[in-house]
């Protein structure tokens, strides 16, 4: 009989992980779909197409990851152990010599592998994927500022306004090829009007400035006040370029933050070290998130504890109210992590790590000592006769 408890085991963790990810599924699809219209609005705003659009909703599924994660995991280890709990298979399993430690051994297993999950997504690939959108959505823009969209554009700038026409009026004028128009305030009262053919992108994005190039460039400085040129702070400037001479920052017509300007993009590690690196005297905004994350991979770590005493309080009376009543507590457990971070600002973000070390510890052993004290509810059927 003992021979088969590893391999019940196993059947036990491989139920467990294959529950999780159809829960997790069903999370995605609901958050997925509540994100739609934000997701859409930007799409439209940025002249992107059906293809980036998927893609931007491919980069939206992590960021739901690091808490949909301890919840599946929290009812999936419920729903497995009071399966076997009912089944009878606990009642034969003590009857040979398994205590609790047997069954708290595979959910801390569990526990580990989904820390490391919450880790992974949540601290490297949701940073990334994050700044992907910003990509993919600028890409589509200077797209259509370039290439143009299905109808023209205005875009308001910091220091002026650039018109994009529609991409099928470019071939109302062949011989001039003004296609874009940009107006660029310049003192109180002088104005540059800069009209170019054409605008490419050269080189790589850096420290978020991308060089454009302008193609058939013509440019006057105009006195809007005296409607002429001839005033000495407002002299008269024109010149033309037939060839992509002139050099202006992609960053002076849209707006193109460099990745991990306000630290949600850059990755767990990459926070680590930036910590590591200065003596901050509080808890940064750059610590809150890194702070955040590891609440959220240490809601994992207890997850399948609380979901092993919920099935301990589960009988005629609990049997629907005591999942509920489990998921309620994590997510206060989530609200309260929340309130310390949010609340140790004078505190170093050590100390407030290490607050949430210890909370995630105490929480840990109260439910493994609650299911030793329910033993006898976890092995013996509550829901009908054993």
Request: proline share 5%; aromatic share 10%; with cysteine.
């Amino acid at each position: 009989m003992r021979k088969l408890f590893p391999v019940r085991i196993r059947l036990f963790m491989l139920d467990v992980t294959r529950f999780t990810g159809l829960i997790m599924l069903l999370i995605e699809a609901l958050f997925l779909s509540e994100r739609f219209p934000m997701v859409f609005r930007d799409v439209l705003r940025n002249h992107a197409g059906l293809r980036e659009a998927c893609l931007i909703f491919f980069l939206t599924a992590p960021q739901i990851f690091d808490l949909a994660l301890p919840i599946a995991c929290l009812v999936a280890v419920y729903r497995a152990v009071l399966q076997m709990r009912e089944g009878r298979e606990f009642l034969v399993m003590g009857a040979a010599g398994m205590g609790p430690s047997g069954l708290l051994a595979p959910c801390a297993s569990l526990a580990f592998a989904a820390a490391i999950m919450s880790f992974l997504v949540a601290g490297i690939v949701n940073p990334l994927a994050l700044y992907a959108q910003r990509v993919v959505l600028f890409n589509a823009e200077s797209l259509a500022l370039t290439g143009g969209a299905a109808t023209g554009q205005f875009y308001i700038l910091k220091k002026g306004v650039v018109f994009a026409p529609a991409a099928h009026e470019k071939t109302v004028f062949p011989g001039q090829k003004r296609h874009l128009f940009i107006y660029e305030p310049r003192g109180d009262s002088c104005v540059k009007i800069v009209l170019a053919g054409s605008a490419r992108s050269t080189g790589r994005e850096t420290g978020g400035i991308l060089p454009l190039f302008f193609d058939n460039v013509s440019w006057r400085i105009f006195d809007i006040e005296r409607n002429a040129v001839t005033s000495a702070f407002c002299p008269a400037e024109a010149e033309s370029f037939i060839t992509a001479d002139r050099r202006i920052r992609l960053a002076d017509l849209l707006s193109f933050e460099p990745r991990g300007f306000d630290g949600s993009e850059l990755t767990s590690p990459e926070l680590l070290y930036a910590s590591a690196g200065s003596e901050p005297p509080d808890l940064t905004g750059q610590n809150r998130i890194l702070a955040g994350r590891l609440g959220r991979m240490l809601l994992c770590m207890i997850a399948p504890a609380l979901a092993c005493a919920a099935v301990c309080l589960s009988s005629r009376h609990m049997q629907y109210v005591a999942l509920p009543l489990a998921c309620g507590g994590l997510m206060l457990l989530d609200l309260s992590s929340e309130w310390l971070i949010h609340a140790g600002v004078s505190l170093h973000e050590g100390e407030v790590m290490g607050a949430l070390l210890l909370v995630t510890g105490l929480g840990c052993g109260f439910l493994i000592f609650l299911t030793w004290r329910l033993q006898n509810a976890l092995f013996r059927p509550q829901f009908g006769r054993a």
